[in-house]
């Protein structure tokens, strides 16, 4: 069973940047796409980002699109999210999980497409 970790979150302020960590233990993730989705306090949770196996396609929310990079680096096994231009709206606890289907073709945004979620790790944008 695949077991995911997320770091880097932390309290910054707005148009700081911050890269978020995934890292799997238990199991690889080389072929699966991966995600990262976000829950605000009293909020759903959100799609942020995710990557596809082979790392060749990306998918981003409209309220991140151009500000947040999604990557991968399977021989670390691990996958990252480079946040720029922090506002505070981002703030929410972040999460990553794999799809439930290997090596799917194309990145679903709906969190129930998802498994293996992490604890999370908190954003705090300040303005």
């Known amino acids: 069973q695949v077991q995911l970790v997320e770091s880097g979150g932390g309290l910054v302020q707005a148009g700081d940047s911050l890269r978020l960590s995934c890292a799997a233990s238990?199991?690889?993730?080389?072929?699966?796409?991966i995600v990262w989705f976000r829950q605000a306090p009293g909020k759903g949770r959100e799609f942020v980002a995710g990557?596809?196996?082979?790392?060749?396609?990306?998918n981003y929310g409209s309220s991140v699109k151009g500000r947040f990079t999604i990557s991968r680096d399977n021989a670390k096994n691990t996958v990252y999210l480079q946040m720029n231009s922090l506002k505070p709206e981002d703030t929410a606890v972040y999460h990553c999980?794999?799809?439930?289907?290997?090596?799917?073709?194309?990145?679903?945004?709906?969190?129930?497409?998802?498994?293996?979620w992490g604890q999370g790790t908190q954003v705090t944008v300040s303005t």
């Open positions: 238990g199991g690889t993730l080389s072929m699966y796409n």
């Open positions: 990557i596809s196996w082979s790392g060749g396609v990306t």
């Open positions: 999980a794999t799809d439930r289907i290997r090596q799917r073709i194309g990145i679903l945004s709906i969190a129930a497409a998802y498994e293996n």
